[in-house]
T-cell receptor
Framework: QKEVEQDPGPLSVPEGAIVSLNCTYS??????FMWYRQYSRKGPELLMYTYSSGNKEDGRFTAQVDKSSKYISLFIRDSQPSDSATYLC??????????FGQGTELSVKP | DAGVIQSPRHEVTEMGQEVTLRCKPISGHDYLFWYRQTMMRGLELLIY????????DSGMPEDRFSAKMPNASFSTLKIQPSEPRDSAVYFC??????????????FGSGTQLSVL
C-alpha cells in the first residue's frame, strides 16, 4: 500500500463548477499537507499549505485536512479553464521527506 | 530570481548511452532534490543534497544512476548506461529548509528523457 493515495482521474468539469480533489494517507506522523499544481510541461508549484488539521482558504481555493480520517481535500470554487492542470497532494512528517500523491489531472471546459 | 534552471529540456538517446542532466538551484537554497516523474509511479524522490553533500540516495533506482553537487550552484544526475525504462521527466527542485518542516519546494521545468 502506498503511503499517499490519489485518484489520477482524469476529471473533466464545466466552467464554473465546484471541484473536489482528494487524497488519503496511511502515516499518522504526517503534519504538513500541501497541494501543488502542475501545468503541462512545467514543474509543480505550491498552491496551498496546511499545518495539522483544519481548513485554509485562499481566494477560490480551500484546503481541508481531517487527520482522524487521514484524508485531505482541495476545493476549487467557480472553476476556470486556467485551472486545468494536474493537482498533486504532498505531505511530510517533521524532519521527513515530502511524499507526493500520483496527481489528479483536471480539465475545466469553457 | 530566475528560479531553478534545468538543462537540457529534452533529451533523446539510444539505449546504452550515457545521459547527463544538469541543474542550477535558486541562489541561497541549501537543499537540492532530484525527482523522477512517470505516469505509472508519479513523482519519486531520487536523491537530495544539503550544502552540496548527498544526504539520502535511497530513491536512486540502480547503480547506473549517480548524482553530484560540486558546488552550491550546480548539480548533475547521470545515467550510465541508459535503458528504455529510464524514460521519464526528471525534475530538480531546491528549498531553503528541509521539506519535513513544511518548507516550500521550487521546481525546475524538468528534462524530458527518452531512451530508444
Amino acid at each position: 500500500q502506498k503511503e499517499v493515495e490519489q485518484d489520477p482521474g482524469p476529471l473533466s468539469v464545466p466552467e464554473g463548477a465546484i471541484v473536489s480533489l482528494n487524497c488519503t494517507y496511511s502515516n499518522s506522523a504526517f503534519q504538513y499537507f500541501m497541494w501543488y499544481r502542475q501545468y503541462s510541461r512545467k514543474g509543480p508549484e505550491l498552491l496551498m499549505y496546511t499545518y495539522s488539521s483544519g481548513n485554509k482558504e485562499d481566494g477560490r481555493f480551500t484546503a481541508q485536512v481531517d487527520k482522524s480520517s487521514k484524508y485531505i481535500s482541495l476545493f476549487i470554487r467557480d472553476s476556470q479553464p486556467s485551472d486545468s492542470a494536474t493537482y498533486l497532494c504532498a505531505m511530510s512528517a517533521p524532519g521527513g521527506k515530502l511524499i507526493f500523491g500520483q496527481g489528479t489531472e483536471l480539465s475545466v471546459k469553457p | 530570481d530566475a528560479g531553478v534552471i534545468q538543462s537540457p529540456r529534452h533529451e533523446v538517446t539510444e539505449m546504452g548511452q550515457e545521459v547527463t542532466l544538469r541543474c542550477k538551484p535558486i541562489s541561497g537554497h541549501d537543499y537540492l532534490f532530484w525527482y523522477r516523474q512517470t505516469m505509472m509511479r508519479g513523482l519519486e524522490l531520487l536523491i537530495y543534497f544539503n550544502n552540496n553533500v548527498p544526504i539520502d540516495d535511497s530513491g536512486m533506482p540502480e547503480d547506473r544512476f549517480s548524482a553530484k553537487m560540486p558546488n552550491a550552484s550546480f548539480s548533475t544526475l547521470k545515467i550510465q548506461p541508459s535503458e528504455p525504462r529510464d524514460s521519464a521527466v526528471y525534475f530538480c527542485a531546491s528549498s531553503s529548509q528541509l521539506t519535513g518542516f513544511g518548507e516550500k519546494l521550487f521546481f525546475g521545468s524538468g528534462t524530458q528523457l527518452s531512451v530508444l
